[in-house]
């Protein structure tokens, strides 16, 4: 077979893996033409990472084929895959820190331990002209940007001689500037005949940078069509198998009261580093303020200290007239705060059952005599468990739960309560469609309840539908705040790369 003019770089057929009872992958078929951006969606468990995993050789399928530019390919492992010209880029770079860019890219690419660094510079520079990627070949990985990493990553597979591209959530820890830097680099290298498989759950991004796109559900194949011929909702529907709608937030009432102020908080990182710089920020009732910012830039910190998990150095917080700057977590609700934190497990305990999670924080009101009162902890419990549409039972332990249902159980837990404020860190990471639109439209309600929420998110999409205000967060600082109406993904980008306000309205 001429495999020059065969039209497909890759073709996956009729992929069957299952893990144990479950049928992860059920007679996938995927073909990806030479030189396209093929999407690949489907909510979590749909099957796209396993099937990714295999055509990498991380995992080898129980029947059905891979054909390599029509012929077939047995991968059994990455070293296979990067034979075959396969290379993939998760969110969780693989790149040695202490190093420069050329050393994690020849990295086990030398057949010898005696290495030319002057001409290895000079191959990594010209391999990245050649590629349109632009990067300082000498400079350390520890020194980089995330979307320069990123770049190393993507030069360190096409150095392999990767003809296909794998991109797993490729712009979840970009800032948009460098969302729309990496789709340039990558319109320029699907020109030179790169093919990419790209898997996010923005459909915004699958419409503007894919030209075909693949969706799983339920290990199956729901649907393959071009991207000029499709729309959101359409993907959207073909994912979860129905009409999604979004979490639409009523209009803006009277401002209320200040109910969180933050004043000049300051806070190290677990390696005594100073991770917030003097933040400060108020939430009133009955409004989101959005926090916004790239990983790793405090909100960890903050959603710690303001939970009662963390340790402020100097500054104060106060809900309302009490200042909990100092308080652990029983205090802090106790001063009618609701805590949703940003990992999820850590908010449960696994070997606990769903009653036993619903009622952890609040043990005390369910003793009789100094004895936990079991008939009306199950009770309660099924009440949560049918008002947040939890499909679980009482007495199932809560790390059997998929991540939306464990969600739900923290959610129900915290806003049966009614607090006053709600800290809500990371709240639809991981979740799939249906279990996303349902936390959100969760939030907006406790809005319309009164309560004062700040959102802290890492995804911008989220931080957009549902703030009344946006406040940046880049260094640990507060690099400006947008209502919004004022707010689009150019200025909150400007300010996530650590432009300040001020200068962002100097350039408008």
């Known amino acids: ?132 990627l632009e990067i300082n070949p000498r400079a350390v990985i520890g020194d980089l940007a995330v979307g320069q990493r990123q770049r190393v990553e993507i030069l360190k597979a096409l150095y392999r001689e990767a003809r296909v591209l794998i991109l797993d959530e490729p712009t979840a820890v970009l800032t948009p500037q460098e969302t729309h830097q990496l789709f340039t680099e990558l319109r320029r290298l699907q020109q030179q005949g790169l093919s990419v498989i790209f898997i996010s759950h923005k459909l915004h991004e699958v419409m503007a940078i894919t030209n075909r796109i693949t969706v799983l559900r339920h290990g199956r194949v729901a649907g393959n069509v071009e991207t000029r011929g499709t729309d959101e909702r359409a993907l959207a529907q073909m994912m979860v198998g129905r009409v999604t709608r979004p979490a639409v937030k009523p209009p803006a009432v009277e401002e209320g009261d200040p109910m969180l102020r933050i004043a000049d908080l300051h806070a190290a990182d677990a390696k005594g580093v100073p991770a917030l710089q003097g933040v400060n920020l108020t939430v009133r009732a009955g409004e989101i303020v959005g926090l916004a910012g790239v990983s790793g830039n405090g909100q960890s910190e903050l959603a710690h200290i303001l939970s009662g998990t963390g340790e402020a150095g100097r500054g104060a917080v106060r809900v309302g007239e009490k200042e909990i700057t100092h308080a652990d977590a029983r205090a802090v609700m106790a001063a009618g705060v609701g805590r949703i934190p940003e990992d999820r497990h850590a908010g449960v305990v696994g070997d606990l059952s769903v009653e036993q999670n619903l009622v952890l924080e609040h043990l005390d009101d369910f003793r009789r005599g100094g004895m936990l009162d079991h008939k009306r902890i199950r009770s309660h419990a099924r009440a949560l468990i049918d008002a947040y549409q939890i499909k679980a039972a009482p007495g199932d332990r809560i790390r059997t739960l998929s991540g939306g249902n464990m969600q739900k159980v923290i959610l129900a837990r915290v806003l049966e309560r009614a607090p006053a404020v709600i800290i809500v860190a990371q709240p639809t990471r991981g979740l799939d469609i249906g279990a996303t639109e349902y936390v959100r439209r969760k939030l907006v309600e406790q809005r319309s309840r009164g309560a004062a929420i700040l959102l802290i998110s890492e995804d911008l999409d989220e931080i957009m539908e549902l703030s009344d205000r946006i406040a940046v967060i880049y260094e640990g600082r507060i690099m400006g705040e947008l209502t919004g109406a004022e707010a689009t993904t150019e200025r909150l980008g400007l300010l996530m790369s650590g432009v300040a306000h001020a200068a962002l309205g100097a350039e408008a």
């Open 1 to 132: 077979m001429e495999t020059r003019s065969y039209p497909y770089a890759i073709e996956m057929r009729g992929i069957v893996k299952r893990f144990g009872p479950t049928l992860a992958g059920d007679h996938v078929d995927l073909a990806v033409r030479k030189g396209d951006v093929h999407a690949l969606l489907g909510e979590n468990g749909a099957g796209k990472s396993t099937l990714m995993r295999i055509l990498y050789g991380l995992y080898h399928a129980d029947s059905g084929e891979i054909l390599v530019d029509g012929r077939p390919a047995v991968i059994r492992s990455p070293k296979d895959a990067i034979a075959h010209g396969i290379g993939m880029v998760t969110q969780h770079f693989a790149l040695a820190s202490p190093l420069t860019v050329t050393e994690n890219i020849i990295l086990g690419r030398t057949p010898n331990f005696r290495i030319d660094m002057d001409a290895a510079h000079a191959q990594v520079q010209a391999a990245a002209g050649r590629y349109g």
